[in-house]
């Protein structure tokens, strides 16, 4: 009865709400209009879900007073039947409910910095590194986000040292944050002239993007150089001083952007990544308390951790963390991600269930 109550709790709530939004002095105040609105949102998957639970529980109990007080056998016989079928959907709408209301990552509608760097594996790690770059880039396409490139570092072959992302959209980060660890890479590399099968690594890092009011800087904790672009940008490269390099004083973070033409462009994009390494670092720390009272099978801050193997000639792609095998390489790298990102969710929730 805990379940139903803390339900019924939530209905009235949203009724409540309802009441609010129908009274002329919210309907004329936008703010508290907007605020309001926002919860009812919230809230509505959760009530829809109470509703369908009550009906289903006053099926139940119709069915079993007819299987007791009625004389007619094939009306109890097709009572019965249903019963299972009603006793069922209650577990599977239990378990459903369960899930909505286990509290949601308030980072999960943020937009993303997402970092990918070359590891092991010399040339081919940067060609792999590309590659994984060139995925998220598909699926970010697949999803209609926007994805804007702050800044790179180019390898030899076609290959990528390091690239860092800026990624917008509807719930970002909370379809790429499990995305954060070591992913390896297992082929015959184009720079592999005896065909020798070869491993190969490169790192992702996601963070949410923080916002100006989440994180103050004091400017004197910041030393701010200005060089000139050493890549591809067109005729003002090597020739001026565009490119901004950041340095957080109190923690060494150091950031930097060369990708725009514009001086302050570059600092601007610096900036925005420098908050969000911050507001990361913050982030981590409250994530490793929790991981300390509960150990997560997804998510860990452990950014060093393997996390998912891309097999080549077994077009294979396992994800360590949660036992998953999913044969289906060539389409995960054209960045047919939804299944895979799905499995980690449904784990990450199933998790914290039994917590």
């Known amino acids: 009865m805990e379940l139903l109550d803390k339900l019924k709790e939530i209905k009235e709530k949203y009724d409540g709400i309802n009441i609010q939004l129908s009274d002329p002095e919210i309907v004329s105040n936008q703010e508290k209009l907007i605020e309001l609105s926002k919860k009812r949102s919230e809230l509505a ?3 829809e879900a109470y509703n369908n639970l009550m009906d289903v529980i006053k099926n139940i109990e119709d069915n079993k007073e007819i299987i007791h007080s009625s004389d007619d056998d094939e009306l109890k016989e097709m009572a019965e039947a249903e019963l299972g079928e009603l006793e069922e959907e209650k577990i599977k709408l239990e378990e459903d409910i369960k899930s ?3 509290p949601k990552d308030p980072d999960d509608d943020k937009n993303v910095i997402m970092e990918i760097r070359a590891g092991t594996g010399g040339d081919e790690a940067g060609i792999f590194a590309n590659d994984l770059f060139r995925m998220y880039s598909r699926f970010t396409e697949l999803k209609g986000w926007k994805l804007e490139i702050i800044d790179a570092s180019e390898s030899t072959m076609g290959g990528i040292k390091e690239i860092v992302l800026g990624l917008s959209g509807k719930g970002v980060y909370g379809d790429l944050k499990f995305e954060s660890g070591v992913h390896r890479v297992q082929r015959v590399p184009v720079t592999e002239a005896s065909g020798r099968l070869h491993t190969s690594a490169a790192s992702v890092v996601v963070m949410p993007q923080a916002e100006d009011v989440e994180v103050g800087i004091d400017q004197n904790d910041l030393r701010i150089d200005i060089y000139r672009s050493g890549g591809a940008g067109g005729q003002n490269v090597n020739k001026v001083e565009t490119a901004v390099r950041i340095t957080h004083i109190p923690t060494g973070i150091v950031v930097q952007c060369q990708d725009e033409r514009s001086q302050l462009k570059n600092r601007q994009k610096a900036m925005k990544v420098l908050k969000t390494r911050l507001y990361d670092l913050e982030k981590r720390k409250k994530d ?19 996390i998912r193997t891309y097999n080549y000639p077994q077009n294979r792609v396992t994800d360590h963390r949660i036992g998953l095998t999913l044969y289906n390489l060539s389409n995960i790298m054209e960045g047919d991600l939804f299944e895979l990102i799905e499995k980690l969710k449904i784990a990450d929730r199933a998790d914290k269930l039994n917590s």
């Open 45 to 47: 998957e959760l009530v």
């Open 100 to 102: 909505l209301l286990i």
């Open 288 to 306: 490793d308390e929790i991981a300390a009272q509960r150990k997560s099978i997804v998510r860990t801050g452990d950014r060093s951790e393997k």
